[in-house]
Structures are given as structure tokens and as C-alpha cells.
């Protein structure tokens, strides 16, 4: 069964730094292309980026909106996807889902994980 | 970068009802447009990847179509447990943007 769990949010001041996990089972996590999307409080989904596998050189891409604040890894011997976030504002105020892409799909999503950037 | 815009905002149906919700990009995607559900306080779900295929346990209520610029999510006969926001999805490249979404409640 695919499983993805996410980790690692939290409250954090405006300006302040965030990592988030996604662990990753039930699959070859190695193969997979991982996204991570986030939704705001009341509001619709939000793509924020991602990781591609090692066949195409682990390279990852950014919306807008976080490109130069997130940066998005992954540790493929321990099935595992992050996101780290810098220099935080109050509009990155969501849950953040990590989620396996089937095709350029994304198949199967975690549970997400809120995060809220407040002083 | 590709707008997605998705029509009604919400709608009202009674159980039963043939319910239609419009996709639209604002260029052409081919056929790279998938539909997600969300029911309240629950995690997206696939329903419909390549616009029109039926990801697998989904309801033979639920169809897709259109190719290009415009697409349809249709539920054919409306039952309580499809209550849920319903998001499009372009997914020929990056950034994969979301529709804004549609809310269906029943009447």
C-alpha cells in the first residue's frame, strides 16, 4: 500500500526557516517524480514544486512564489522527500501535502501537514 | 504561464442530478488535465487523469472530457457522498496549476 507521511510543521515567526519530511513507503520511491502542493486556510491547491528522480538528475523546479525561499530535496536510501522553507511569510500559511506523481499526475497524496507562519 | 479557470465557483444540486463542471485553460494542454476531489476536511483524491480516463474504484458516475482548451467534469446522478470541492489540473509541464475549484453541496 502506498503510504506518504508528512512531517515537520508547525508555528514559526515571519522570516524564520521550516523543513518538511515526507516519508515515502509501499513503492519504489526512487523511481517516482514527488511534488509537494499546499493549501491555504478556506482557500484552493497550490503546486509549490518538484523533485525529479535520478534518472533525470534529481532536478527540481519552483513556482513563483516560493523559487529562491524552498528548495526541495530528497534521500532516496531513506525513501524520504523534503522541503526546506526560508525567509517565511504569513501567505505560506498552509497544509503542505507531498505527493507521488503517476505519468505527470499526482496518483497519491499524504495527509499533509500544517504549517503556520505567525508573530 | 497557463491560467486555469474553473466554472461554476460552486453549485447546488438535488440527488440524482446530472451535475457539469467547466475546466478551461488559457492556452492549449492536449489532454493533460486531471480532476481531484476533496471532501471536507479530507486529503485530494484522483479522479480522472488524461482528461476523460477513470482512475481505478472511482464511481462510473464520474466522466471527463474535451481536449485543448476546455473540458468537463461530469457527475451523472448525484449521491450524497459526492459533497466535496472538485479541482481541474494541467499537468503537460510545469508550474501544475489548479483550477480555483467548485464546491458542490446538495439541495
Known amino acids: 500500500e502506498v503510504q506518504l507521511v508528512e512531517s515537520g510543521g508547525g508555528l514559526v515567526q515571519p522570516g524564520g526557516s521550516l523543513r518538511l519530511s515526507c516519508a515515502a513507503s509501499?513503492?519504489?520511491?526512487?523511481?517516482?517524480?514527488m511534488d509537494w502542493v499546499r493549501q491555504a486556510p478556506g482557500k484552493g491547491l497550490e503546486w509549490v514544486g518538484r523533485?525529479?528522480?535520478?534518472?533525470?538528475?534529481?532536478?527540481?523546479e519552483y513556482a513563483a512564489s516560493v523559487k529562491g525561499r524552498f528548495t526541495i530535496s530528497r534521500d532516496d536510501s531513506k525513501n524520504s522527500l523534503y522541503l526546506q522553507m526560508n525567509s517565511l511569510k504569513t501567505e505560506d500559511t498552509a497544509v503542505y501535502y507531498c505527493g507521488r506523481l503517476d505519468g505527470r499526475y499526482l496518483g497519491y497524496w499524504g495527509q499533509g501537514t500544517l504549517v503556520t507562519v505567525s508573530s | 504561464d497557463i491560467q486555469m479557470t474553473q466554472s461554476p465557483s460552486s453549485l447546488s444540486a438535488s440527488v440524482g442530478d446530472r451535475v457539469t463542471i467547466t475546466c478551461r485553460a488559457s492556452?492549449?494542454?492536449?489532454?493533460?488535465l486531471a480532476w481531484y476531489q476533496q471532501k471536507p476536511g479530507k486529503v485530494p483524491k484522483l479522479l480522472i487523469y488524461g482528461a476523460s480516463t477513470l482512475q481505478s474504484g472511482v464511481p462510473s458516475r464520474f466522466s471527463g472530457s474535451g481536449s485543448g482548451t476546455d473540458f468537463t467534469l461530469t457527475i451523472s446522478s448525484l449521491q450524497p457522498e459526492d459533497v466535496a470541492t472538485y479541482y481541474c489540473?494541467?499537468?503537460?509541464?510545469?508550474?501544475?496549476?489548479f483550477g480555483g475549484g467548485t464546491k458542490v453541496e446538495i439541495k
Open positions: 509501499g513503492f519504489t520511491f526512487s523511481d517516482h517524480y
Open positions: 489540473q494541467k499537468y503537460n509541464s510545469a508550474p501544475l496549476t
Open positions: 523533485s525529479r528522480n535520478k534518472a533525470n538528475s534529481y532536478t527540481t
Open positions: 492556452q492549449g494542454i492536449s489532454n493533460y
